[in-house]
Each structure stands twice: as structure tokens, then as C-alpha cells.
């Protein structure tokens, strides 16, 4: 989403205002691009609505701001530069990558300079025999595999935005993908990261050694939405690609079948590199988007894959096939060829672009349960159906429990758009009840805001307030994301009555 | 259904008034388990904050892959518990001793020998609830393997050594225990060894340990059958019986043998980048987790070692002190002014008076 732009009208180098100020942001803008072309002046900066209207959203685009402006610097010094000046002016800076956020987690605030990591986009290194590679931010998650492949090595988190979205994004959100449940998430895979904060000053977490001295903060840094500090550059771990990979397709009568098939197949000491379900209606959407062979009676798919050396694979898949023979799988099938193990791939990993042709939008949401709790899940989120009259295709990572409801509905239509919100919210706050997280790996952003609100205690939120000001004490660093004020909670308990019900529908609320 | 959050109990009560008290009075507490590795860090001033006694399994289901338990959980316990399972804790904690516990396990941070393969103690820590110094309990992370709700306070937990608050209960990812396992004997010198180690780190070899110590390096193969026979017979080297293979991590990982003893001369940690070449010191050496990890005995001043594994982008941690030892000498290497100021800042959001185990880690909070 992120784009640069080279030779509009709003872009300046050192170029005169071209707005006259005519309210206090318009002050503030004029402000700001003198400030940034004194202290910056290689730094492009972008402002005027056209230029600014592809920043006003990330890929939850039903909620929109436009930033005052735009920065897209070339390098760390120009990071460096930008934050100082708006630390010392006071404006609120939003850090954005691939813009794919499905949580809003780049989302302007009102009057901010969005900061645009989109031309860090170099390679630094790749060390095959230390088996690392050191990015700038703006570098595309698939990329960094594209580099080390000549070294049959990879980087293995792969979320299913991997070809637009960025390690620096990765970082910020710690985002996962298909095979976490091997490999791990994007904390487990990062061992060092450079990073500026509001003040404008270089910060290294990590180390290329096994660990650093002190607190982990590189651990409380991944996955910080962007709060703490600007990434500017990341060393990640690569790791051997391995050799074979194998697919197990199962279809199943009963959801609930497949959810214990699941449990089982952990159970048996399994760890399958990759352990998907898709629901019947996530089955027909994709099936007509990219016909990937799905049986379309089932009411269940499981995607079961074995990775390793071809002996290991022959091993893992034998002992996968004889737990689904006992859980009274329709169908099962192993992937012959390459081609054939992609295909039945693809149709999982195109589960949104099928919804998106169903549907003028929908919500991707991201609760995360314990295994043994799926089919309970999916009986209430259809009961949910109903109540808000709204259609919910489900897809999710079931060996880690992490589930991707796709709630369908017209965003023109305003009284659609609060049920579909209502209906989210409702299953995030059932995935806390069993146990679980109203977000696995797409961020809290501004999106599950009033969820935070029900996962946790006044103190833990007051903890986690308290740990943004110690990384950004003027509380400037995408400031209204991630973690809601104690006043919005305090909104939200007053208006909130579970099932999805308000008090007084018909008064207005913001 | 989610964990009740249990935020009262004679247990609770009684650490809520010690911590309360202490706090009234300007005081500090050194927080205690099993007391097993108690030399570890910086010494710690203040009277003791006993958490044996907050103990027991919360919940264990194995298909989850899961366990949460209390701080004062014997490690062995747990691992008694889960093996029964086929499961275990993947980062392979050393105990020092019978007495340890789990919360001070995390609280340490300190992984074994698979570590290099497995990960550390915060890739298996999914969720914590604590106590801070005003007595609140809090929880962070949760039970699930995915989770981004809220800033990843449950990790931040492994390795911060009590100077957070008290770790009441902890639940972590486990693995199970795998199908084979077989380790290999060659002879090589360091160099050779530090370099075919990475090397075969960059290959799909299902490694879960190595050690090269006076010439003998040392690989432990773990996974599927076929899997382990396949690298044993692509790798070659001299097959290790079982016995022996078992003991000599065992003792690597609790550090029994010798090289480990009580002696005059100090025991040093020293975490570098795993490719970097052997270490100008004088000495004898144990090298870990394919390169990474460097157990050194020798008589070199502090300041050496450490500008030593500094300038090979590492860090040197006094681990056991000698009778020879300086009092005084500071365990860790010295934290990087800025981000010393965001931890110093950390421990305030947790322990504004600095009553909680204050200077294990860092002289300056």
C-alpha cells in the first residue's frame, strides 16, 4: 500500500508552502514542513489530500484519517531527523510499513506525520554461515527468503500478506503465519533490532549472541505496534529449507470431528510444520476463487503439512494418515508433486481475497483459543450468525487454536457496519471466556480497542500504559493504538451488554 | 474456560503484607525459591521473601501442549509431571541443585544444551501472573501459543531476576519428547569445530546439542527415527552409547564435571556470535550451543574478558565467583546508557521504591 511518490505537486524537497494555513493543523503543518526542511532537507515529504489519501488507511479500511503529512526518508539519519523534530514540535507520528495492518495499526492520528518506512528497503547482509540476514524495515518478508534461498535457507514466518508486507511491520506486530507452530512467530525469529525512539535516539536490542545483558526488551519490542521505537533495521535468523515438504488434505463430516483430529494429532507428539481448517462456507468461497480441488461436501478441511528430509516426512505423514484414519476422516489425501501441494495451499492462502468477492467488506478477526475448544467455538460464532444476520466464513491455524473468522458485510451501510463490529467483538470476548486472546497475531491496533478492555484488569492496563511512557514519555509514538485509556473502558463498560445487545439501540454513540 | 485469576489466598495475603510493609519501611526483599542459585547475579542486600509455598500445577492438558504452574513448583516436579506425557520443557533448564523451583527458573533465564536448537526460555514463556511491589496481581499473556494482546510483558518475566515483582504462577509451551536420539564423537580443534558447527547448523540435520571441549566435540542428534539415522550416517563421527550420551549432557547441563567445580579461579559466561573464532584468553574452555556460548576458566582481569567478548559483539557474565574473585566485581556486563535508562525506567513501572531483589542485575536499579 505504501507508495512513493516522486514528482507531485505536494512533494517538497525545499520547495515553498503550497497551502496557505487557514486553522490551527494547517499552523501546525506549516510549522512542521519548515522545521523538517530546515533539519531534514533531503527528506521527501509529501502533503495535499491526494497525495496524502493513499496513507489515510491501512487494510482495515473502514477507518480513515488523513495525517497532516507524509515523511519517506532514504535512511536512518533522516528517521532520526524527522522524530526530533516532531518530538520538539509536539506532533504525533505514525510509523507505517507495507500498510497491510488488518487491526488499523497504521492508521493515522489526528494532525500526525505519518512516517513512511516504504524506501528502507536494502539488503545489508546475508550470512550464510551465521545463518542471518540484516534488512532495513521496508524490505518485504518474502524478499528476505528470496535472498537466502541461493543458500537453501529461509526466513520462516510467513503471514499471508508476506509479498506486500514488510519485516518492519513483522516486528511491530509480531506477526505469524502458516507454519508458527513449527518455526514460531516473528519474536522467535528476530535476534537483533536497531530502532530510534521519539527522542531521536539509536536503541539496539538483541544481540547476534544467544542473549544480551539486562531486561529482554527485544522481546517486549516485537510485537509493541509500532508504541516504542522506530525500526530501522533488523537482524532475523534463517533457517535450513527443508528438502521435502509433504501435504495431508482431510475432509471431515463434522467440525467437531475435525477439531479432535487436531487435538490428536498434537496429542501424538506431532508437530505438524503447518496444521490448517478451513469451515464449509470458507471451502465453497475459496473453491470458486481458485478451484483448488477442496471437496466441497465436507463441513471440514484440514491442511496437514510434514516437512523435514524425505526419510522424516515418509515417517511424520505415515503416523498423521493412521490418527486421521481414527477420527473418521471422509477423505484423505497426500500431496504427489510440488504442483499439486501449492494448489491445495493456495486455496487457504487466498481465504480473504475469495471472501472479499463475496462481500463489498469484511472483518478478518483473530481470537486464539486453546485447541481443545474449536468446535465449541464455531457452534457459538454460528448461533452469532443469526443474531446479527451477518454471513461468517471461518479459516483458521487450528494446531496453534488461532482462528480468522471472516465476518462479511456492505461498510455503506451504517447499521451493517455496527452489527458486523458487535459480532467481532462478541467472538473476541467468547475467546476470552475459553480461555483464550482477542488477538493471535494481527495486533490490537485500533480495532479490538474495547476487547483490551475485557481481557484485562484496570492494573494490567495501567501497567501496560505505564511501559509506553517509559519507552515515549511525551506519548507521541502511534500513541492511540494498541492499549485503550482507562476513559474509553470506562465508556465501553457503561454502554456494553454482552450477546451484543445494547441498551437504548437507538441512541447515538461514538 | 480461562484460569480463574486467583488474586487472594493465605499465600497471597501473606507476600501482599511482606511487600506491603517492606515498602512502608523504605526496604528492599530478596525474592527466594529453592535457593539454588542464589550466587547467581549481583549479591542482594534486604531480608528474604520466601515464595516456596506458592506451589502446585494449576492446569495440564497434554494435547494442548501446555502446563501452568505455581512459582514454587519443584522443577523436577514438573518434569516428573509431563515426561509421564512424553512431553518436556524444550530449553532444558539446568536446576543447580533439587531445591529449584520454576519461579526461579524463569526468573534466571538460564537454558541447557538444547538451547542453541530449541530456543530460549521466553520463546517457550506464554503467560505470567505477577505480583508487583503495591501487591497487585496481574497476568499477562495467557494459555494460548498466539497471542499479541496487550505488550509482551509475560516474556519480559524470563530472565528479569525478580527486579520486576514476584513470578506467582507461569504457564509455557512445551514439546514432546523426540522419538530418537543418538549423539556423535568427533575430533577437531576449536576453529574446526566452531566452523562445522554452523556449518551443519545451515543444513536440515536434526541437531539438539553440541559441545567441543580439549579437542572433542560432541553432537546430539533428536527427532524422527529415519531423521536421526539418515544425519548419523551422512555426518559420520563415532557413535556415543546411550548411557554415555545421556550422562555427559546431563552433567554438561548441570554442570557436575570438573571443568564446573568450585575453584579459586572464577567461572565465566561468555555469549558470542556463534561464528566468531576461538577467544584470545588464556585458560580452559567449554564451548555450547553451536558456537554461541563459551564457559571459560580463567585468570584474566574482568576487564579483558569483557572488552574480549565485546569486541566480538558479545557480553562476558561472571558467572561463579572464585575465591580469588574481587567482592565488588559486577556480574553482567554494563547495559548501554540508553537503553539502561528505559530499563531503569521498566523497573519503576513495576517497583517505583526499588524494594524487589534491587541491583541483582544492574548496580543502577
Known amino acids: 500500500m505504501a507508495q512513493a511518490m516522486t514528482t507531485d505537486a505536494g512533494s517538497h524537497h525545499a520547495s515553498a508552502l503550497d497551502t496557505p494555513p487557514t486553522s490551527a493543523g494547517a499552523q501546525l503543518r506549516a510549522r512542521l514542513l519548515n522545521a523538517l526542511q530546515t533539519a531534514v532537507p533531503g527528506c521527501q515529504v509529501l502533503t495535499g489530500e491526494e497525495n496524502l489519501a493513499p496513507y489515510e488507511t491501512d487494510a482495515l479500511p473502514v477507518y480513515r484519517q488523513l495525517p497532516l503529512m507524509v515523511a519517506l526518508p532514504d535512511d536512518e539519519s533522516q528517521v532520526q531527523g524527522v522524530l526530533r523534530e516532531c518530538r520538539r514540535l509536539g506532533v504525533p507520528v505514525v510509523p507505517r510499513g507495507g500498510g497491510t495492518s488488518l487491526s488499523g495499526g497504521a492508521t493515522p492520528m489526528p494532525n500526525s506525520l505519518v512516517l513512511s518506512l516504504a524506501r528502507l528497503t536494502r539488503v545489508l547482509e546475508v550470512d550464510p554461515l551465521a545463518r542471518t540476514a540484516t534488512v532495513q524495515p521496508g524490505v518485504r518478508n518474502i524478499r528476505i527468503s528470496e535472498v537466502a534461498a541461493p543458500y537453501e535457507l529461509y526466513y520462516a514466518p510467513d503471514p499471508s500478506s508476506q509479498i506486500a508486507c514488510t519485516i518492519g511491520g513483522n516486528v511491530a506486530e509480531n506477526a505469524g503465519g502458516l507454519h508458527c507452530l513449527k518455526y514460531g512467530l516473528t519474536v522467535h525469529n528476530i535476534l537483533r533490532v536497531k530502532a530510534i525512539s521519539m527522542d531521536g535516539e539509536v536503541l539496539e536490542f538483541g544481540s547476534l549472541a544467544p542473549d544480551a545483558p539486562g531486561l529482554d526488551l527485544l522481546a517486549l519490542l516485537i510485537g509493541s505496534e509500532g508504541m516504542f521505537a522506530v525500526v530501522t533495521e533488523i537482524t532475523v535468523r534463517l533457517i535450513p529449507k527443508p528438502p521435502v515438504a509433504k501435504l495431508v488434505l482431510a475432509s471431515f463430516d463434522d467440525v467437531e470431528t475435525a477439531g479432535d483430529a487436531v487435538a490428536a494429532i498434537i496429542g501424538e507428539g506431532i508437530i505438524p510444520a503447518g496444521l490448517e481448517m478451513m469451515d464449509k462456507p470458507a471451502i465453497a468461497a475459496v473453491e470458486a476463487f481458485v478451484h483448488a480441488g477442496y471437496d466441497q461436501e465436507a463441513a471440514a478441511l484440514l491442511l496437514c503439512e510434514a516437512d523435514g528430509n524425505r526419510e522424516e516426512v515418509a515417517e511424520e505423514v505415515a503416523r498423521i494418515c493412521a490418527v486421521l484414519q481414527r477420527h473418521e476422516v471422509r477423505d484423505v489425501q497426500v500431496s504427489s508433486n510440488e504442483a499439486e501441494r501449492l494448489k491445495w495451499w493456495s486455496g487457504r492462502k487466498n481465504a480473504l481475497p475469495a471472501a472479499g468477492r463475496l462481500a463489498p467488506d469484511y472483518f478478518c478477526m483473530d481470537g486464539s483459543i486453546p485447541r481443545r475448544a474449536i468446535g465449541k467455538l464455531l457452534k457459538r460464532i454460528q448461533g452469532m450468525e443469526e443474531v446479527y444476520g451477518l454471513q461468517c466464513l471461518n479459516v483458521f491455524h487450528a494446531g496453534d487454536g488461532n482462528l480468522h473468522p471472516l465476518i462479511l458485510f456492505d461498510g455503506n451501510d451504517a447499521d451493517q457496519l455496527r452489527r458486523a463490529e458487535d459480532f467481532g467483538a462478541d467472538i473476541l470476548e467468547r475467546c476470552v471466556e475459553l480461555g483464550g486472546t482477542i488477538t493471535g497475531e494481527h495486533g490490537v491496533g485500533i480495532e479490538k480497542l474495547n476487547s483490551m478492555c475485557v481481557q484485562f484488569t484496570p492494573a494490567e492496563r495501567e501497567t501496560f500504559l505505564a511501559i509506553k511512557r517509559a519507552f515515549d514519555p511525551a506519548g507521541l509514538l502511534n500513541a492511540d493504538k494498541g492499549i485503550p485509556t482507562h476513559a474509553r473502558c470506562a465508556e465501553y463498560g457503561h454502554m456494553h451488554v454482552s450477546g451484543g445487545r445494547l441498551p437504548f439501540p437507538d441512541i447515538e454513540r461514538f | ?365
Open chain 2, 1 to 365: 474456560m480461562p484460569l480463574p485469576a486467583v488474586t487472594s489466598s493465605p499465600v497471597l495475603e501473606r507476600l501482599r503484607e511482606q511487600i506491603g510493609a517492606a515498602r512502608a519501611a523504605g526496604g528492599m526483599l530478596r525474592i527466594r525459591g529453592g535457593d539454588s542459585k542464589s550466587w547467581y547475579g549481583n549479591p542482594v542486600p534486604g531480608p528474604v521473601l520466601d515464595v516456596r509455598d506458592y506451589a502446585g500445577v494449576v492446569a495440564y492438558d497434554p494435547a494442548e501442549l501446555v502446563i501452568t504452574a505455581r512459582c514454587g513448583t519443584p522443577l523436577a516436579e514438573i518434569e516428573a509431571t509431563i515426561a509421564q506425557n512424553g512431553q518436556m520443557l524444550p530449553f532444558e533448564p539446568p536446576h543447580f541443585g533439587p531445591t529449584a523451583t520454576l519461579g526461579g527458573c524463569i526468573a534466571a533465564g538460564l537454558a541447557g544444551p538444547r538451547r542453541a536448537y530449541a530456543g530460549a526460555i521466553r520463546d517457550y514463556v506464554l503467560g505470567v501472573t505477577i505480583m508487583n511491589a503495591r501487591g497487585e496481581v496481574m497476568r499477562f499473556g495467557g494459555q494460548v501459543m498466539k497471542n499479541v494482546a496487550g505488550y509482551d510483558v509475560a516474556r519480559l518475566m524470563a530472565g528479569s531476576l525478580g527486579t520486576l515483582g514476584v513470578i506467582l504462577d507461569v504457564s509455557l509451551r512445551l514439546l514432546p519428547v523426540p522419538v530418537a536420539t543418538h549423539s556423535l564423537r568427533f575430533v577437531m580443534d576449536e576453529n574446526q569445530a566452531i566452523e562445522t558447527l554452523n556449518h551443519w547448523a545451515g543444513k536440515p540435520v536434526p541437531m539438539s546439542a553440541s559441545a567441543w571441549h580439549e579437542g572433542e566435540l560432541l553432537l546430539r542428534l533428536s527427532g524422527s527415527k529415519a531423521g536421526v539415522q539418515s544425519a548419523i550416517a551422512q555426518l559420520g563421527g563415532d557413535l556415543v552409547a546411550d548411557d554415555g550420551s545421556t550422562a555427559y549432557w546431563q552433567a554438561l547441563r548441570e554442570q557436575t564435571s570438573d571443568f564446573f567445580a568450585p575453584s579459586a579461579t572464577a567461572l565465566w559466561r561468555i555469549a558470542v556470535p556463534p561464528t566468531t573464532p576461538a577467544l584470545a584468553l588464556e585458560g580452559a574452555q567449554w564451548l555450547e550451543w553451536g558456537g554461541g556460548l563459551r564457559w571459560w576458566r580463567t585468570p584474566e582481569p574482568a576487564a579483558e574478558i569483557r572488552r574480549v567478548a565485546e569486541r566480538a559483539g558479545g557480553h562476558a557474565t561472571l558467572f561463579r565467583r572464585g575465591t580469588n574473585t574481587e567482592g565488588g566485581l559486577p556480574a553482567f556486563s554494563s547495559i548501554p546508557g540508553p537503553l539502561a535508562a528505559i530499563q531503569r525506567r521498566l523497573k519503576a513501572v513495576f517497583d517505583p521504591t526499588g524494594i524487589f531483589n534491587p541491583c541483582r542485575i544492574d548496580p543502577r536499579f
